[in-house]
């Protein structure tokens, strides 16, 4: 079945230091790519997402690029602060019997470290 | 003024026992999702209405039954607990499925003793 791969696991990093996450999916009609943080004891919460026309976008300390060829996506937060702390979801969004649904990632737990 | 919200936030059982989760969505959104969060942090789609109707069904075992009344709500019925259906479950909604933002619940935590 589809897929979407998620790399690193946990990642710690010093507090001002950049954070980079990334994804692959499988499925190449794949158009929309969120990314969810989520917060001890919280549901996800929608930090940035991407369609598959657009290569970057950014939101102040974050970004997100796309590369469809490969079919990978990354997200980029900048400056990290201790509050960065979460785990979080990459997803592509897959067509089934003419129904779109999320495919998330595996998830990855990051500690910035004070 | 809590978009999406959930009740109970924690559910311990006994096996064998049946419970329901409800979830209300006050966004105007037309499409609710149910999701299985297991101890390793899997997200995993269960079910999907719109508008009242089941338009996602994954491989779900048929203990657990999703209910619609209304565009409004989504409630989770689970028949005949076991061991591994201990997990968090969420409810979400968005405007339209697959292709836009979805807005989560706070979660329900299910523990099956």
């Known amino acids: 079945g589809e897929n979407v791969e998620q790399h690193p696991s946990t990642l710690s990093v010093q507090e001002g230091d950049s954070a980079v996450i990334k994804c692959t999916y499988s499925?190449?009609?794949?158009?929309?790519f969120p990314w969810y943080k989520q917060e001890l004891g919280k549901g996800p919460q929608l930090i940035i997402d991407?369609?598959?026309?657009?290569g970057e976008k950014k939101d102040q300390r974050i970004a997100v690029t796309l590369n469809k060829t490969a079919k990978h996506f990354s997200l980029h937060i900048t400056e990290t602060q201790p509050e960065d702390s979460a785990v979080y979801f990459c997803?592509?969004?897959?067509?089934?019997?003419?129904?779109?649904?999320?495919?998330f990632g595996t998830g990855t737990r990051l500690k910035v470290l004070a | 003024d809590t978009a999406v919200s959930q009740t109970p936030k924690y559910l311990v059982t006994q096996m064998g026992n049946d419970k329901s989760i409800k979830c209300e969505q006050n966004?105007?959104?037309?499409?609710m999702y149910w999701y299985k969060q297991d101890s390793k942090k899997f997200l995993k789609i269960m079910f999907s209405?719109?508008?009242?109707?089941?338009?996602i069904n994954e491989t779900v075992p048929n203990r657990f039954s999703p209910k619609s009344p209304d565009k409004a709500h989504l409630n989770l019925h689970i028949n005949s607990l076991e061991l591994g259906d201990s997990a968090v479950y969420f409810c979400?909604?968005?405007?339209?499925?697959?292709?836009?933002?979805?807005?989560f619940g706070p979660g329900t935590r299910l523990t099956v003793l």
């Open positions: 979400a909604s968005s405007q339209a499925s697959g292709s836009s933002e979805q807005f």
């Open positions: 499925d190449s009609a794949s158009n929309y």
């Open positions: 991407i369609r598959s026309n657009v």
């Open positions: 997803a592509a969004n897959h067509i089934s019997a003419g129904t779109y649904k999320y495919i």
């Open positions: 966004l105007g959104h037309d499409t």
């Open positions: 209405y719109n508008n009242k109707e089941l338009i």
